[in-house]
């Protein structure tokens, strides 16, 4: 069984920073894949970033050049540093790990962008 707690949403003004933690603890083996997920009212929850076991990325082109995805194998935990900070990217923000023993969600944290 594989438990993800996020941490450092909250509350911030357009153009600001935040950085999203999520560590991930349990009966884990290996990470392959971890990844960013947010879902706005009303919409489709969608994918934002992805970080790979060789540190290979992908973004969703939204985010490019604001947001950054990091990891820390030691730790069990995937990073989401955020900046530039828009009304649009006011969300539920979810993180996501593909192990040996399959996908795990964590519960999401939220994230308000407003002034």
């Known amino acids: 069984q594989v438990q993800l707690v996020e941490s450092g949403g909250g509350l911030v003004q357009p153009g600001g920073s935040l950085r999203l933690s999520c560590a991930a603890s349990?009966?884990?083996?290996?990470?392959?894949?971890m990844a960013w997920y947010r879902q706005a009212p009303g919409k489709q929850r969608e994918l934002v970033a992805t970080?790979?076991?060789?540190?290979?990325?992908i973004y969703a082109d939204s985010v490019k050049d604001r947001f950054a995805i990091s990891r820390d194998d030691a730790k069990n935990s995937v990073y989401l540093q955020m900046s530039s900070l828009a009304p649009e990217d006011t969300a539920v923000y979810y993180c996501?790990?593909?192990?040996?023993?399959?996908?795990?969600w964590g519960q999401g944290t939220q994230v308000t962008v407003s002034s």
């Open positions: 970080i790979t076991r060789s540190r290979a990325t």
């Open positions: 996501k790990i593909t192990t040996n023993r399959g996908d795990a």
């Open positions: 349990g009966s884990i083996f290996l990470i392959y894949t």
